[in-house]
């Protein structure tokens, strides 16, 4: 059986850690951010271990090579968080959100759809509203409108910022209807 592998240090080839950078001598910046000057690479290494820190490649074509003392493993960490916060704000704005509504639905129905299309829209989603008539109330599509009236007085009283997007789409006994938020 053989002993697990611990995994590398550095996953990106294009960044240098520690041993493996090649150079002789490096322009070295200290784990405060300001330069120590150009010192052989075995000065640099102890310093990065003596402040129990990593030693990084910043800048590999430079003459002589740029390296910092910095942790590595919390400078990814912050990376890839920003790059997953990134991420959800891209999905936020192409994000469809779908609430369902009845033309007999109740009031205490209806303010709760309307809350959670306020914290959809606040997200930056847009919202399908999708307003089922089953029925003989499918013969009565005017309802619809008072039901999305009624909804749009429930998200914004005051001042519409929120509005129907375009025409509303018919299919079988579903009317469907996107919301969007004033830019």
């Known amino acids: 059986m053989t002993a697990k592998q ?3 240090q550095n996953p990106s080839p294009a960044v240098r850690l520690n041993r493996q950078i090649r150079a002789d001598e490096v322009r070295l910046i200290g784990p405060d951010g300001k330069q120590i000057g150009i010192v052989p690479l075995a000065e640099a ?3 990065a ?3 129990e820190l990593d030693l990084v490649e910043i800048s ?3 003459t002589p ?3 910092k003392v910095l942790n590595w493993s919390k400078e990814q960490y912050l990376k890839d968080k920003e790059q997953r916060a990134a991420k959800r704000r891209q999905q936020a704005d192409h994000e469809v959100k779908e609430i369902q509504l ?4 109740s009031d205490h129905d209806l303010q ?3 809350q959670s299309t306020k914290r959809f829209l606040d997200k930056g989603a847009k919202v399908r509203v999708v307003v089922r008539l089953h029925g003989r109330l499918a013969g009565r599509p005017e309802l619809v409108d008072v039901v999305l009236e009624r909804l749009l007085e429930l998200v914004s009283p005051d001042d519409p ?3 129907l997007d375009g025409p509303a789409s018919r299919s079988g006994n579903r009317i469907t209807q996107m919301l969007r938020l004033r830019s």
């Not at 009845?102 to 639905?105: D, F, L, V």
């Open 6 to 8: 611990p995994r590398p």
């Open 45 to 47: 290494l102890k310093v």
């Open 49 to 51: 271990a003596d402040a």
């Open 60 to 62: 590999p074509d430079a």
């Open 65 to 67: 090579p740029v390296c």
């Open 102 to 105: 009845r033309p007999g639905i």
């Open 112 to 114: 709760v759809r309307a």
């Open 161 to 163: 910022a929120a509005y």
